[in-house]
């Protein structure tokens, strides 16, 4: 499931200054773009059930999300407030799922807590819809039915049709997160081979993925 988030998320990614905006190519590289994120979210998700060390994980996030940053701003042209990477969405998520899953934490606090992450997360990409879906996933891990529909209505209701009405046909790529879902029925639960590549290439491959795409760039149309 990495190796196909990184896949499709540099496929995207690169079709920003490949491709010609609106043409055919573009929205059905941007529709298989769209499974990056959700996988993200779902692999975030279980890397709380599975990871040995809750805390280590959540501060090996918000290194990469401080790493990436630059990167993200410098290949996307934008200033440094404007936004940040999908990177921190993901941390918030995490933080959020942590806070929802505590049981020493009282009721009331805990949409509290996942609300402030939602602020949080509010500027970066995928900003609070990776957050709720992180969330969701997460506190539906035992009822895979439960999951599909809070993701799809997520998807869906707060994210495709959203943009749709707001930037018009050319984002209908928006429901290409759909497409996660085959995915995520075909995950077994399992920990898959371990490997120090693909455990830790992710956290190496984000950030240098957007410098080495933005030198391509600036040298091809310097």
Known sequence: MKVIAVIVMILDHASV?????GTPLD???HVFGRLAAP????L???GYFYTSDIKKYTSRLFLLAVVSHFPYLMYFDLKWWQATSVIWSLTMGLVALIACLNTKLSLWMKPLVVALCCMLAWTANWNYIGVLWI??????RDNFKKQIISFAIIGIFLYAIPGVAEHGW???SRFGVLLAIPIFALYNGKIG???NLIKWGFYIIYPLHLIVL???RFLLFA
């Open 17 to 21: 200054w490949l491709v010609p905006k």
């Open 27 to 29: 929205i059905f590289l």
């Open 39 to 42: 996988i993200m979210c779902f």
């Open 44 to 46: 975030i998700a279980e």
């Open 135 to 140: 969330v969701f996933l997460g506190i539906f």
């Open 170 to 172: 050319i984002v209908l």
């Open 193 to 195: 081979k371990k490997s």
């Open 214 to 216: 933005y030198i391509l």
